[in-house]
């Protein structure tokens, strides 16, 4: 459960102004605590994301016998003291993943080969998140594994022990299963071969490769040998969260007087499907200052007011933005014509159901959206108006609706705003910084 209920009114300000660092990355690093806890020795991790996921990720670690400590006054900065091959412990207590299907997912694949029983729980989103994707192909490894109702949901069970390589295509293009099935892959017998529906997010295949892991990718196609000795334990610099930025990428795109700078943002190419729409759709974007920090693309990102134009989504696109969907969503509301996003439907699986959840938001702010099964139409060109709106316990969407609101006639109130602190605890505190009254 995520903290003290807290109500937000937004109000549209006169100027939108100002330079803000996106938060660590979240999906990088759970990537980093969680191989970092494999590794033998001390790894440091800086600009870790400061969310709550990532908290479910070390919480259950350490009851898997991980020792983190925070750098003295630096709390982003993780120091993690890795038990290698074989120094997991078996858990005294069920291990809680809280909201966090990332933990959850990937943390199986690890306990999948660990020779002990384990219990992975969450909260009630979590516990309702589909499961036999995952399951399906750690028991085709050899894994014993089960869930509620006939293996359809956590909590899971998993009395790990020896597994073995496989060649698995991914029923759908998803980066937690895929790196669920790389991680088994890390110890066991015989290679890994996974091939994906389309490219998704590759974090876990960089970093596996940075710390000495025998990974090779070629399109839709990773190759991975099992471990022939620990993980080396590295430094990492995690960049910032485009999932994150992209609140303000939108939000300085649609307001009328805007400017904005993001700094140290991931641009991993499997992530910048935002980057790509909304440069389609007209926005004055500019990707500056370019570099390549702990094996992953970093840059600054600017961005100002745009008369933005609507765009078709869909294809090899989508999960280069799923998480931004709902952001994009407010976008199309402004622009000029009618934008359709498809090939989606992964969305409805998510923290919340974000095609319905965006799609009853936006309609109740005075926008014109029609829901498909795997998307939505956004009657683009109307203006928005202020009312009380719904987080539906997902913090996309709680962000997702603050952001229409900058925009938006009058006032619009969030309830259930705390649940930014999923992914950008700063979120309403940077908001604030930005806009001008
Ligand atoms: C994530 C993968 C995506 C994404 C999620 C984070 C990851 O989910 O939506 O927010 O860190 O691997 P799927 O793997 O279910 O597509």
Redesign the pocket.
Known sequence: MVGKKLLKRVTSPRQLTGEVAAPGD???S??AIILSSLALGRSRIANLSPGRDCLSTIRCLKKLGVGFASEVDETSVLLIQGVGNNGLVEAQDVLNAGNS??TM??LAGVLATQPFLSILTGDGSLRSRPMKRLIEPLRLMGAEIHGRDDDSFAPLVIKGGRVHGMTYSLP????????AVLLAGLFAEGNTIVEQPQP??D??ERLLRQMGAEVESANTHIFLAPLTAPLAAVDLCIPGDI?SAACWLVGGAIHPNARIRITNCGINPTRTGIIDALVDMGAKLEVKNQRLDSNEAVADLCIESSQLRAIEIGGEMV?RL??EIPLLAVAACVAKGNTVIRGAG?LR???SDRIAATVRELRRLGARVEELPDGMVIYGGKFLLGTEVRTHSDH?LAMTLAIAGLVAKGDTTIHNAQVAEI?YPAFWTELERLARY
Do not use: F
């Open positions: 979240k999906s990088i759970h990537r299907a990332t997912r990937l759908v293009p998803s980066a937690q299963l895929k790196s998704c997010r974090h876990t999932s999960p799923i998480d992964e699986i998510k923290e996309r992914s």
